[in-house]
C-alpha cells in the first residue's frame, strides 16, 4: 500500500508532543498505519514505579488491536530530538504478533529517515509453535 513516509512521521511527531515521560525527559512517538489505511498514533506513558512504563509503539499498537486492527503496513517513531530512534527489543517482539512484515521508520518530520524492516530488526521471534517456524 502506497504511504507518504512524511505524514506518518508526522503523526508520530504529534503524538511524541502528548507524550507522558516527567520522570526520563524523553518522549517518544509513535504512529502505525493499518492496512485500511487508519492511523493510530500513541506517546510514551511512564509511571512513579518505572518499570511499568509502556513506550509509545505499544500505546500505538495496542489503540489499534483495540479497535480491531490486526493488519499494519508501517510504523514511524520519534524519540527526544534523535535523527533515529528504533523500537526496543520488547516492542519489536509485541509488533511481530501481528505485523511481521511491518516497515518501521525513524526521523524527524522534514529530516532523513531510516527505515528497516521488522524482520530485520528481529528475526526469528519468539513463539509458541514450532510449526510456525
Ligand atoms: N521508550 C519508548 O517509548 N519506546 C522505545 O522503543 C524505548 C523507550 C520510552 C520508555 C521511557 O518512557 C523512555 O522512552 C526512556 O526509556
Redesign the pocket.
Known sequence: MAYNPQDLLAAAAAAQAK?Y?P??R???G?ALLAAGGRVYSG????NASYSL???????ALFQAVAAGERDFIALA?V?GDLPA????G??RQVLAEFAPDLEVLTGQPGGPLQRRLLKELLPDTFKLNTSDI
Open positions: 507524550a515521560a520522570y526520563s524523553f518522549k517518544v509513535a506517546g510514551n506513558i511512564e512504563t509502556v513506550c509509545a509503539e505499544r500505546v517513531v524519540g530512534c528504533f523500537p526496543c520488547a516492542c
